[in-house]
């Protein structure tokens, strides 16, 4: 594939996926579109602003004029969608905007695909993709003893996110039905890494703990997740899209269950490392009010896409963390800016 749109690009996996596109040389051209909300970020791409492969348009994947241009002009062969309103929390505070953007903007999405790609010569019909980037958050949540979630699993959303995520795959997986789109759709367990928005678990604990403010726990901090290194994910991606089998789905896991609490502690041991002045780091743990609703546990199996497409994780949870604690301390200005809200004040105009 030579000429991708990417929507999303300058959210925490997006900008990561356009970065390994260009780092990689996979492809001649790749488009970015985003909205630019509060979890886009300019500064996760600048370096490559220069690129001439690589372009950044400021708009939203509901505009269908604006999507329906950008896949013509750039004669687009594939769409990679990670636009979408992603955080929980947000979600159980405000649901409507996360059913705008991951429902109905992406059925807007979708359309203008289906459109462009029905008048596409039947080569370019055959090679065309849309691949969909979802979550494990769609099936549910696992007791302490079940089998991982995997492709057969039913759906079972329990945050308004999650719900929103289900309705957007349901509605990918209909195009293909009812319209033969190609699409492909993975869904993937916890990401962590760099250029992860500080609303996050792993990257509020890192700068709370730099900061010497407590480090809120919700409940009792048993809840596992199965965390995945970004670019992990986003090798995965790739594959899915290149190789992956259009109408299928792919589940992508890290195989790295851990408890919030054994997160947690984590971070603060390789804190207490790397910033001894700080430390002890976990007695700035806080156990507070739970999560409404908060999903017990998740996991996942991929014995599909490491079967089919040859994928596997290359970096240990271990190792990714201390990699992404580093990358947290060798960064302190994106992070500032976000603290102070300079990171959007080109999107503002205030640049
Ligand atoms: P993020 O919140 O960091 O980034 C989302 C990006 O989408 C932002 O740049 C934002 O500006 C953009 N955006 C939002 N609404 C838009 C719209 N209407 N039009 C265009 N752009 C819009 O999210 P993320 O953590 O990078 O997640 C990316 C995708 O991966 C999401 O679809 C999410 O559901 C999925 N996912 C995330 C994880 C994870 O652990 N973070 C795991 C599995 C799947
Ligand atoms: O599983 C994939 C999903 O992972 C993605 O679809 C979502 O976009 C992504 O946000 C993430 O969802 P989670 O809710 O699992 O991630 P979050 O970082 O918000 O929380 C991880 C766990 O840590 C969860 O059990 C809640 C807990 N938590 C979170 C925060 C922000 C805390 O205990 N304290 C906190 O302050």
Known sequence: MKNILVTGGLGFIGSNFVRLLLEEGEVAKV????????????ENLTDWEDDPRYLFVQGDIGDGDLTSS??????IEGVVNFAAESHVDRSIDSPEPFFQTNVVSTLRLLDAAHRFWAELP??????????HVSTDEVFGSLHS????????????PNS???ASKASADHLVRAYHHTYGLPVVTTNCSNNYGPRQFPEKLIPLMILNALEGKSLPIYGDGG????????????EAIWLSLTMGR??????IGGDSERTNLEVVDSICSILDDLRPEGSPHDQLKAFVQDRPGHDWRYAIDSTKIRAELSWSPKHDFT??????????????????????GNYQRERLGLS
Request: charged fraction near 20%; charge should be negative.
């Open 31 to 42: 488009v970015n579109l985003d909205k630019v909300t509060y979890a886009g970020n300019p």
């Open 70 to 75: 950008l896949l013509t002009t750039h004669e």
């Open 122 to 131: 039947s080569a370019g019909r055959e090679s065309f993709r849309f691949l």
């Open 145 to 156: 003893d079940d089998p991982a979630f995997r492709e057969t699993s039913a759906y079972a």
């Open 160 to 162: 308004p996110y999650a």
């Open 223 to 234: 809840n596992v997740r199965d965390w995945l290194y970004v670019v992990d994910h986003c």
């Open 246 to 251: 259009p109408g299928e789905t792919y589940c």
């Open 319 to 340: 190792q990714g963390l201390r990699t992404t604690v580093e990358w947290y301390l060798a960064n302190l200005s994106w992070c500032e800016a976000i603290a102070d």
